[in-house]
T-cell receptor, first 113, second 114 residues
Framework: AQSVAQPEDQVNVAEGNPLTVKCTYSVSGNPYLFWYVQYPNRGLQFLLKYITGDNLVKGSYGFEAEFNKSQTSFHLKKPSALVSDSALYFCAVSGLGDYKLSFGAGTTVTVRA | EPEVTQTPSHQVTQMGQEVILRCVPISNHLYFYWYRQILGQKVEFLVSFYNNEISEKSEIFDDQFSVERPDGSNFTLKIRSTKLEDSAMYFC????????????FGPGTRLTVL
């Protein structure tokens, strides 16, 4: 069975500071890893994914994530956070032959001005 | 940019009633999905659908649930006899291919069962 853990319910940072949202996963075989963002009363918006290749993945809105196989982690990062980055962030995992995403519980990011 | 659409945005129903949630996936996508998110909880997979068949379903997706692609554009989720615990946000998603392809989500339908 596959699963995702997001160990922090909330992350608070000041605008302009680096932002990190943590994610660890468990899956049989090679993982397919995704980050989504959810704004209030909106659907899930895709940010980025790791399938294979370079461990550092760049995505939308200046976000990036680093795949670390030995630590089974896929942390989301942004070098300089904006107030508009305040939202709920979900990490998700899939695997070869899977037809579903397994989501973490989500991390609420608050960026203060 | 193509997007997944869902109707209605909010559905209120009485316990025991049937509801049908509708989705229009992105037009060239072949895989379709339903997820739900109970308030304050994580997003949970319900079912995936490809080539007019269910590819995979979760334990949540019991006999009360069914999915259908009635025409070339719509993808529906039917709940036959709603329960209070079915109250949730239901998200439809679609992807071009299977497991490694990005799933794009619709804005959701908030289902309230009274």
């Amino acid at each position: 069975a596959q699963s995702v853990a997001q160990p922090e319910d909330q992350v608070n940072v000041a605008e302009g500071n680096p932002l990190t949202v943590k994610c660890t996963y468990s899956v049989s075989g090679n993982p397919y890893l995704f980050w989504y963002v959810q704004y209030p009363n909106r659907g899930l918006q895709f940010l980025l994914k790791y399938i294979t290749g370079d461990n550092l993945v760049k995505g939308s809105y200046g976000f990036e994530a680093e795949f670390n196989k030995s630590q089974t982690s896929f942390h989301l990062k942004k070098p300089s956070a904006l107030v508009s980055d305040s939202a709920l962030y979900f990490c998700a995992v899939s695997g070869l032959g899977d037809y579903k995403l397994s989501f973490g519980a989500g991390t609420t990011v608050t960026v203060r001005a | 940019e193509p997007e997944v659409t869902q109707t209605p945005s909010h559905q209120v129903t009485q316990m025991g009633q049937e509801v049908i949630l509708r989705c229009v996936p992105i037009s060239n996508h072949l895989y379709f999905y339903w997820y739900r998110q109970i308030l304050g909880q994580k997003v949970e997979f319900l079912v995936s659908f490809y080539n007019n068949e269910i590819s995979e379903k979760s334990e949540i997706f019991d006999d009360q649930f069914s999915v259908e692609r009635p025409d070339g554009s719509n993808f529906t989720l039917k709940i036959r006899s709603t329960k209070l615990e079915d109250s949730a946000m239901y998200f439809c998603a679609s992807s071009e291919g299977g497991s490694e392809d990005t799933q794009y989500f619709g804005p959701g339908t908030r289902l309230t069962v009274l």
